[in-house]
């Protein structure tokens, strides 16, 4: 029986995969990678192992991979720390002899002027040096991103970014995790996959939509990337995360965050969800 395991598996992308490769391949031959007995009581009673792992234990990670045969690597969340911890899961990977490697990287992480695509392309390159079968999956930004900013500018009838008129085209994170396991289950190894919502829209047509769905007047501001960063820190954020996401909205102005290859709805089968549907779903509580 091929054994497939999922790092990262109580987080959010990582649950989603492991629920959807459930149906692909039989649960027993899956292992989800986790840090604590809390995280590993999730998938309790569903027949699927459990092992324990930390990207900076790297002991860990030599007895995690042992006897596995594909793994869905699933990004670190630690930004300036991933390089690290990256290369110590290829390491007990290739140790282990695990034949295969889908890992989830950041569209075109190669060429990418985005701060947060430097770890993804030295991780794209370990991968390539370790002689190690993989698939890179390129996800682009998840629409669950902009929910983040959704009840601030209803609040106050601003959205702000820096992203000009420049295009994204983001996909749910439930199609990510499709992808995910279609690729772990076989079928697309030794591919670069860049993949992106079927749609795409600028900050201004977001902030008329989230005008339409709630019935209040939303208008876009675009903000210098420094005016739009020291913006995200007086709201809370931590410096080096504020630093990446004006970054990111800078360089999707610069066309970073969008791809119209259609790669993604081509893998999993279907339209990747609408953006103004997924909005309008996860704002409808709200609203009520």
Known sequence: MTTHLVTGASGQLGQLAIDTLATLVDPAAIIALVRSDEAAQRFAGRGIQVRRGDYNDPTSLADAFAGVDRVLFISGSEIGARVPQHTAVIDAAKAAGVGFIAYTSVLDAANSPMLIAREHA???????????????????????????????????????????????????????????????????????????????????????????????????????????????????????????????????????????????????????????????????????
């Open 122 to 288: 030295i991780t794209e390159r370990l991968l390539a040096e370790s002689g190690i079968v993989h698939t890179v999956l390129r996800n682009g930004w998840y629409l669950e991103n902009y929910l983040m900013g959704a009840g601030p500018a209803l609040a106050s009838g601003q959205l702000y970014g820096a992203s000009g008129t420049g295009r994204v085209s983001p996909a749910a994170r439930e199609d990510y995790a499709l992808a995910a396991a279609l690729v772990l289950a076989g079928g697309h190894d030794g591919q670069v996959l860049e993949l992106a919502g079927d749609e795409s829209f600028t900050m201004a047509d977001l902030a008329a939509a989230l005008a339409d769905i709630s019935g209040k007047p939303v208008g876009y501001v675009d903000l210098p990337k420094e005016a739009l960063q020291a913006g995200l820190v007086q709201a809370g954020l931590p410096e080096p995360l504020a630093a990446i996401l004006a970054d990111s909205d800078a360089c999707a102005g610069q066309g970073s965050l969008f791809d119209e290859s259609h790669t993604l709805s081509r893998l999993i089968g279907r339209p990747t969800a609408s953006w103004r549907g997924f909005l309008a779903a996860a704002l409808a509580p709200a609203q009520a």
